[in-house]
């Protein structure tokens, strides 16, 4: 199993940025993708942004494209969500996942979850 921690969240002006970093261990080299998903009170959880480690592909929700990018640090096994331009419609907890299939977005193909890290933009 991979055990997944995010961190990096918190209270941002709209308009602001936040980096999110999601540090894994544990059986890493069993995923090839991790995603950010989040999910606002009162709705479903959704998809943000995935990373193939292998191909180092990437893959953006259209409500964050040119907004948030995704990338990795190998030699630290971890995953970074940069956040800029924030919104108000951003306000959410955003979970990092893991899925062992190469290229996703859908979230019941990620079977490993972090607990979640809360991001708030104010106006």
């Known amino acids: 199993q991979v055990q997944l921690v995010e961190s990096g969240g918190g209270l941002v002006q709209a308009g602001g940025s936040l980096r999110l970093s999601c540090a894994a261990s544990g059986r890493t080299f069993s995923y090839n993708t991790m995603g950010w998903f989040r999910q606002a009170p009162g709705k479903e959880r959704e998809f943000v942004a995935a990373?193939?480690?292998?191909?180092?592909?990437?893959y953006y929700a259209d409500s964050v494209k040119g907004r948030f990018a995704i990338s990795r640090d190998d030699a630290k096994n971890t995953v970074y969500l940069q956040m800029n331009s924030l919104k108000r419609e951003d306000t959410a907890v955003y979970y990092c996942a893991a899925s062992t299939l190469r290229a996703t977005k859908r979230e019941r193909d990620f079977g490993a979850w972090g607990q979640g890290t809360q991001v708030t933009v104010s106006s």
């Open positions: 990373i193939n480690w292998g191909t180092f592909s990437t």
